[in-house]
């Protein structure tokens, strides 16, 4: 009887882990699609446009590009959203970067979410990452070493190698991640995802290889994503421009706040800038 729980039990977290395995796509990326956000915002401002745009591979890609609507751009932005959102969901954070801190921003939907077509994967939404990139520059006149890189949650990655393998003014990482598969494997302990993900988006090594401006920023309270993986993130940058903002109040969903934002503009202000033309 022992040995028939065993072999049950055996066969159960096999099945268990093949399936986490295989499915991996679907659930370490939440896709927001059309039905998600406010996309009206991009039809009644008219400081907000919508852009379409092809990644690498042709897959077709969507995304909001704000100005600064007539105040003097202090420079360009390129944003990296979370999972589960896409840019209808982005639209105050869009605002506070265009209307509050005056800079031009891309926003820009990976494969598979909001009317980005495809499905995403690492390979995907890096590829994604370098030809939002290009999108930016053709649309504002910009090199990649003049443009601000941002990244938030699921962002951090795609944020930390475009500006490691194109170049970036400087790097911004708000509540990301030191590596996707050490994130997955702190939570499903119980599974060996470091050898059954594909999916690694290992965000530190990007950070170490980048040596521009870095400014990084977490909440203490953050259940989804560990503090550690933020103080990780920041030890392994080699910049010597590098600022933490740790927010002890703060939690995964709220750590875009006044402080944040009042701490990113004192960051870029020392920064060297250069304006659009």
């Not at 059309?34 to 907000?48: A, K, N, P, Q």
């Not at 939570?187 to 521009?212: C, D, Q, S």
């Not at 993130?233 to 080699?238: G, K």
Request: hydrophobic content about 40%; some cysteine; proline content about 4%.
């Amino acid at each position: 009887m022992e040995a028939r729980s065993v072999i049950r039990l055996t066969l159960f977290y096999v099945l268990l882990t093949g399936t986490l395995c295989a499915l991996q796509d679907q659930w370490i990326y939440h896709r927001a699609g059309e039905s998600v956000g406010d996309w009206t915002f991009v039809e009644t401002e008219d400081w907000v446009s919508e852009i379409s745009f092809s990644s690498e591979d042709g897959t077709e890609l969507s995304g909001w590009y704000g100005t600064t609507d007539g105040h003097s751009s202090r420079g360009t932005v390129l944003y990296f959203h979370g999972n589960a959102e896409n840019v209808a969901t982005q639209r105050h954070e869009l605002t506070n970067i265009c209307r509050s801190l005056h800079y031009n921003c891309l926003v820009v939907d990976y494969r598979g979410f909001g009317r980005s077509r495809g499905a995403p994967s690492e390979a995907g939404i890096l590829m994604d990452a370098r030809a939002a990139m290009r999108m930016l520059n053709e649309l504002s006149g910009t090199r990649p070493a003049d443009v601000i890189v941002y990244g938030r949650s699921l962002g951090g990655a795609p944020a930390a190698h475009v500006a490691s393998e194109l170049g970036a003014k400087c790097l911004v990482l708000h509540s990301t991640y030191a590596a996707m598969d050490d994130l997955v494997a702190g939570k499903l302990w119980f599974a060996p995802m470091h050898w059954l993900l594909w999916n690694h988006l290992r965000t530190i090594e990007w950070v170490r290889a980048y040596r521009g401006p870095t400014f990084i920023a977490h909440g203490k309270r953050d259940n989804l994503i560990p503090f550690a993986h933020a103080e990780r993130l920041y030890a392994a940058s080699t910049s010597s421009h590098k600022v933490f903002l740790p927010q002890p109040d703060a939690s995964h969903f709220d750590a875009a706040n006044r402080e944040f934002y009042l701490a990113l503009h004192r960051f870029l202000s020392t920064v060297s800038e250069t304006p659009d033309p």
